[in-house]
């Protein structure tokens, strides 16, 4: 019997392995009842083996599957078998894709961000996608925490070193609207015009604490501040979910000192990787360099067969 999204919302606490994206309460916030989701469990055991949740809408009346605002990556979850081999994996995540995609009901446009965990190419392609991909940084956090440091470029250490004497980090629950406006002045600043519904990070922040995975924390110079930092998590990842410098201040150690803080604390929750959630642009790709994460491509899968949605995106440049 296939499973149902009531079936998921139930068997969620049952699955640890699920990424923040993937959770039901995540999905309300961001795509309010317009998701949904696709199951694959083993036939012998029952066991869930596979997750994928998807936002389905209709715009204009075009079919659509597009990754939500504020949504760096699509919910999806391989769940391999315990003591699994490392040299199946690769093999068992392809048979699991192609199930959970050919669950995913036919839609005229499509534009997913997998994970980096996904590198299937061949499937996308197989179903008609077109294929880009973007870059992140991840950082293994079961290494030590002199490991990681060490990894560090040295002026990025010495720079921390620096601003541990004399700057002071405090968590800053409360303060999201602050943080909104640095980003938004300082994407201004580089010429960049995005929309921020401020409710809806609001929410995403309120439900975050609720569920112990969200924090935002600011470092000061006295009472000056120098910049902010949004972390969320689950099980296996930390995300440097939103990350603004105050630029009305000069201070290059404040945001090392800001992230290292971060990298730290998801190092001490368990967490496996600390991800960057790396930008193209080539000063904050740089600037995330000097942390020494490893880099990684994800994939980003796009279809757009509605001649109406063609025009709009034309339209828009």
């Not at 440097?240 to 150690?253: S, Y």
């Amino acid at each position: 019997m296939p499973y149902t999204k009531a079936d998921y919302i139930r068997l969620c606490p049952t699955l640890p392995q699920l990424p923040l994206f993937a959770q039901p309460w995540w999905l309300d916030i961001v795509c309010g009842n317009n998701w949904d989701v696709a199951i694959t469990a083993d036939e012998k055991s029952n066991q869930i083996t596979g997750v994928f949740t998807y936002p389905i809408e209709r715009k204009m009346g075009v079919s659509m599957i597009r990754l939500p605002q504020f949504t760096p990556y699509t919910g999806l979850a391989v769940i391999y078998p315990a003591a699994y081999p490392d040299h199946k994996k690769d093999n068992f995540q392809h048979k699991i894709l192609t199930d959970l995609l050919a669950q995913v009901p036919q839609c005229q446009y499509w534009n997913l961000a997998f994970p980096p965990i996904v590198q299937q190419a061949g499937i996308f392609h197989h179903i008609g996608l077109s294929l880009s991909v973007r870059q992140t940084f991840l950082i293994d956090v079961r290494q030590s925490e002199l490991q990681i440091f060490q990894n560090f470029r040295e002026t990025t250490r010495n720079q921390i070193r620096n601003a541990e004497k004399e700057l002071i980090i405090t968590q800053t629950n409360n303060d999201l609207n602050t943080l909104v406006n640095l980003h938004l002045s300082n994407i201004n600043e580089r010429g960049i015009k995005q929309k921020i519904d401020l409710n809806l990070l609001q929410r995403l922040h309120a439900a975050g604490l609720s569920h112990e995975c969200s924090s935002i924390w600011s470092v000061y110079d006295k009472d000056m501040l120098l910049g902010m930092v949004w972390e969320v998590w689950d099980k296996e990842y930390a995300y440097l979910f939103l990350c603004e410098k105050n630029k009305a201040i000069t201070n290059i150690k404040a945001m090392p000192l800001l992230i290292w803080h971060c990298i730290k604390r998801a190092k001490a929750r368990g967490n496996i990787y600390f991800d960057f959630e790396g930008s193209m642009e080539r000063g904050i790709e740089y600037f995330f360099r000097n942390f020494a994460g490893k880099q990684m491509l994800y994939l980003v899968a796009k279809k757009n067969t509605s001649l109406l949605w063609m025009l709009k995106e034309w339209v828009q440049g």
